[in-house]
């Protein structure tokens, strides 16, 4: 049992632009805490990723937004798919392994068993990994990982148009075998999950699952991209000019 604190409201909600919005969930660990962004189109929402589950995200996006969106996973880590089983549409990479179980837990030693990683240091995740719960009794230690069969298998490629927004599918294999972002060419603006994102030195490739030379190539690919805005799976958004210096200091 833990005496942590009850947050309320669970999720951190902010508004990029008329259409794009971030979810995030500051009382996770820096580890699990990841961006969900929301994006509005005129056809149908999408939500790119979906928190670690200890909340619904569904019912938050569903009560903000009027409609449920199609849960896109940039790849099946926990802080990415926690809730992405409460979505009637959730899609994600063929190669991605959302259908594998026992992946979850909030204990940080545990996690990093999981992830097939050596303890960094001071670096490491909180053994708790919250640092306050989502509900009164709350059950940190029953925490599991829902798997999901996807309901569309994405590839390289792909477009998927909301109306007047497309955002290509771009597969970019390293941190996981799955792993992809999405181009919204005509808006230039780059999601990026955890293929890039600031600091350079947590970008994770040594995981089970992790290729440092397809990571590698998946970099060189990033750079070439036309894009003015970047909005990474963990931390702050940066410009398309980031981007490149980022690429170029993991290259190196
Ligand atoms: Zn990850």
């Known amino acids: 049992m833990t005496d942590l604190p009850v947050a309320s409201p669970w999720f951190r909600v902010t508004p990029i632009d008329g259409t794009i919005t971030r979810i995030e969930e500051p009382c996770a660990d820096p580890w699990v805490s990841a961006n ?5 189109g005129s056809e149908f ?16 996006l569903v009560s903000r937004f009027g409609r ?3 849960a896109i996973l940039s790849h099946a880590h926990l802080d990415h798919m926690g809730s992405a089983h409460e979505f009637a ?3 994600a990479h063929e190669r991605e392994p959302t259908e594998e179980t026992g992946r979850g837990t909030l204990s940080g030693s545990r996690l990093l068993q999981i992830l097939g990683t050596e303890a960094i240091g001071e670096d490491g995740p909180a053994e708790v990994m919250l640092t306050a719960l989502p509900h009164e009794g709350y059950d940190i230690d029953g925490y599991e990982l829902r798997p999901v069969r996807p309901t569309r298998r994405l ?3 792909d477009r998927i148009d909301l109306g007047e927004r497309t955002l290509t599918v771009l597969h970019l294999p390293g941190h996981t075998p799955g792993s992809i972002g999405l181009h919204d060419e005509g808006s230039r603006i ?9 600091p350079i030195e947590d ?7 992790s290729d440092v030379g397809q990571y590698r190539a998946s ?14 799976g963990h931390g702050e958004s940066f410009s398309g000019e980031r981007l490149r210096e980022l690429v170029a200091e993991y290259l190196r």
Do not use: K, N
């Open 45 to 60: 929402d999408v939500v790119f990723d979906t928190g670690l589950g200890v909340q619904s995200l569904r019912d938050e």
């Open 203 to 209: 970008l994770l490739d040594d995981l089970g699952g």
């Open 89 to 91: 549409e959730c899609w």
């Open 219 to 232: 970099m060189r690919r990033l750079a070439g991209l036309d894009v003015d805005i970047v909005h990474p």
């Open 190 to 198: 780059l999601f990026t999950g955890d293929v890039v994102y600031e």
């Open 155 to 157: 590839r390289d490629g």
């Open 68 to 70: 449920e969106p199609v």
């Open 36 to 40: 969900s962004w929301h994006v509005r």
